[in-house]
């Protein structure tokens, strides 16, 4: 397991190789333009700045906004599913491929997303203590179920595994690709206009650490 530092340069590195970063852009503008555009959509069809302008009692409107609310919801897992499958692909893929096999992917993940959610917020209710445990056991799962296609309650079980004696180190890796990340965001943000779009085009950089430190322990187990 190498240290936090080196899996956040060897990150940079693969990021900003040429084919991996034209790669990862094409992807990403994709998905800026597909998500603003939408948003956009529902925000001119329902330009309710606050719940309570909203007509609950106009069916058609609340009909179609509550479609158009699902539509969104199921783009938003589309589009994180392929960010993840982003740094699991090689470069030479076909864009429309990631896209359609990422769109085949959407019920599993969002199961385990929810059941990963639901864990953490159980394991919080009982102290804060046992909320962080199961997001370290459970956060490779994702990967798991993605790279090696494995059902919910292995990839579950796998990911627990791959934590197994290494728990303080693979949580103090977390919390530095986390500060790290968060630093990067918050700079970026401060940027008008540009900013939540530019951290848009970075997602895969803040997955790639994540997924080196997966691959070593997985080579290691």
């Known amino acids: 397991m190498k240290k936090p530092i080196e899996y ?5 590195t693969i990021y900003t190789k040429r084919e991996n970063f034209l790669f ?6 994709i998905i800026v333009i597909i998500s603003t555009g939408f948003n956009y959509l ?3 069809l329902y330009p309710v700045n606050i719940w309570k302008d909203f ?20 783009i938003g897992f589309w589009f994180r599913i392929t960010t993840y499958m982003l740094v699991l692909t090689k470069p030479t893929n076909e864009i429309k491929n990631i896209f359609k096999d990422c769109l085949k992917s959407i019920w599993k993940f969002f199961l385990i997303s929810l059941v990963i959610g639901v864990l953490i917020f159980l394991g919080s209710l009982l102290l804060i203590i046992p909320g962080i445990i199961f997001a370290v056991w459970f956060s ?40 790290v990340i968060l630093l990067i965001e918050t700079i970026l943000s401060s940027i008008p206009y540009m900013g939540s779009m530019l951290i ?9 650490p994540f997924y080196l430190l997966y691959k070593d322990l997985l080579a290691s187990s």
């Open 140 to 179: 490779f799962s994702i990967f798991l179920i993605l790279d090696k296609n494995l059902k919910i309650r292995d990839s579950l079980l796998k990911s627990r595994a791959l934590v197994k004696g290494k728990f303080f180190k693979i949580l103090g890796r977390f919390f530095v690709f986390i500060f």
């Open 55 to 74: 007509r609950f009692d106009d069916t058609p409107m609340l009909i179609g906004f509550i479609i158009l609310t699902l539509i969104s919801i199921i």
């Open 24 to 29: 990862f852009s094409k992807v990403m503008a």
């Open 200 to 208: 848009s085009f970075l997602a895969p950089l803040f997955i790639l």
């Open 42 to 44: 529902i925000n001119y």
């Open 8 to 12: 956040l340069k060897e990150s940079w």
